[in-house]
């Protein structure tokens, strides 16, 4: 049974920093996504982050670029979300999930933590 748990959530200031973490718990193969999603207030779910667990290879939207980085421990099934330069416009909901296809397209994950909140204040 796969179980994704995530940490690492709370309040900062604008342009301040925080750090993420997602284990994806009994899940055996790297041969697959793993992702950082964030959902704010009246918005629809977005992705952040994705890594494809068994290269490395990751992607972001232009609104995190250069401010959020997606890392991995491969042996632990774990990402890391490190987010800086945080304004309010990140606030809400982020969501870590696994299992998602080579792509690492939202509808392809079928594991998702219960999320952690993030909220920025200006």
């Known amino acids: ?3 994704v748990v995530e940490s690492g959530g709370g309040s900062v200031q604008s342009g301040g920093s925080l750090r993420l973490s997602c284990e994806a718990s009994g899940y055996t193969s790297q041969k697959h ?7 704010g207030r009246g918005k629809e779910r977005e992705a952040v982050a994705t890594m494809y667990m068994m290269d490395g290879t990751s992607s972001y939207p232009d609104s995190v670029k250069g401010r959020f980085t997606i890392s991995r421990d491969n042996g632990k ?10 304004t309010p ?6 969501y870590c999930a696994a299992g998602g296809n080579r792509y690492c ?6 594991f998702w933590g219960k999320g952690v909140q993030v909220t920025v204040s200006s």
């Open 1 to 3: 049974q796969v179980q």
């Open 33 to 39: 996504c793993m992702g950082w999603f964030r959902q």
């Open 77 to 86: 099934n774990m990402v890391f979300l490190q987010m800086d330069s945080l």
């Open 89 to 94: 416009e990140d606030t809400g909901m982020y």
């Open 105 to 110: 397209q939202q509808v392809t994950f079928p």
